[in-house]
Structure formats: structure tokens, C-alpha cells
């Protein structure tokens, strides 16, 4: 069965801290995975999106990887500040049985900053 | 920046009633999806939309539902009998084209069926 799952459910940290929040899939076939960040009440907006060669890639301070093989990949947040306390969400895009993408989304987790 | 908008962003009704949520594309993009989110839950796909017909749609996407593109700029969901587990952020989201792939979000509209 095809599922994301993310960890933690919840993390609160102190502003300026590092952190890192994990994605783990069983989609299969794998198209793509990417990390989007939801402001409560507010619609997803795309982070970084990364294919199966990819291992890394980077948007300001957000830092995503992939490890394909294990189907594990990870969001790393450097210098956290108040604006980034968020949902983080982990979607996975495969194929159906009939061809067609579909996106696989996980629960996400959610950050909050604290100062 | 262009931006997707949906209205309105909030909605009340009645169980029973027709709602019709509408969102604005981005002018420049050619296919368009429906979301939505019970609170505390995942983001389920319910429909996607190109070139004026519906090209994918999930289980939860059954008779009540329907969607179209009536002007060529607005792009709507209706809910012809709104259930009590209507109640949901319902997200638009469109996509300039298929090699692009990153779908840019509306803000949603948050219906509450009463």
C-alpha cells in the first residue's frame, strides 16, 4: 500500500536552533518526493521537489535529502526563526494502476518556534 | 508574484444546501485540482481538470461533487447536498504544465456545514 509517514507528529524548538524532520514512503513506482510548508489556515507551498537521482537540494535555509533505496528523505531547517513554525508536509508522487500520477500526502509535522 | 485566489474564504451552511467554491488560476495555467483537508488530517486529492474535462478523480469525489471552468477564468467545486463531513479547508491548486510539475496553492476556503 502506498504511504508517507512523517516524524515527529510535533516539534517545538528555540528560535535560531537546527532541526531536522524525516519522511519515510512505501510509494512505488516513485516519481518524485516533495516537502511543502503550511501556514495554519493557509494553503501548501512547495519547498523543494526532488527525483529519484537527486540526493540534496536547497532552498535558503531549508535543506532537502533523499535516500531512494531506503525510501527515506528529510527536511533540515538551519537557523530557525519565528516565521518558520509551520506544518511541514511530505508528498510523494507515484503512478496508479491505470498510469496516472498521483501524489502520495503524509499527515506532516508540525514546528513550532519559540523565542 | 501570480497567485491562485479562492473565495470565499469562508463558508457557512446548511446541511442539505448547494455550495459552489470558486478559485482563480494562474492565468498561464493549463491544469487545475480540487484538495481538500478535514481539520487534523491529510490533504486528499478529489479531482483534477484539463482542457475542459475532468482528467482524474478520487473516490470521495462522487455524485454531489462537480467542478467546471464556465468563463475560461474561474474554475469551481460544487457541492450539490452539503454533508455534515463536508465540513473541510478546500484547497485549489493549478499547474502550468505537466513538466513542470510543482502545483502552486490557493489559500483555501474553509466550508462548515452546520
Redesign the interface.
Known sequence: KNQVEQSPQSLIILEGKNCTLQCNYTVSPFSNLRWYKQDTGRGPVSLTIMTFSENTKSNGRYTATLDADTKQSSLHITASQLSDSASYICVVSGFNAGNNRKLIWGLGTSLAVNP | EPE?TQTPSHQVTQMGQEVILRCVPISNHLYFYWYRQILG?????LVSFYNNEI??KSEIFDDQFSVERPDGSNFTLKIRSTKLEDSA?Y?C?TLRD?GT????????T?LTVL
Open positions: 491562485v488530517q491529510k490533504v486528499e486529492f482528467s482524474e479547508m484547497f491548486a505537466r510539475d510543482t502545483q502552486y496553492f490557493g489559500p483555501g474553509r
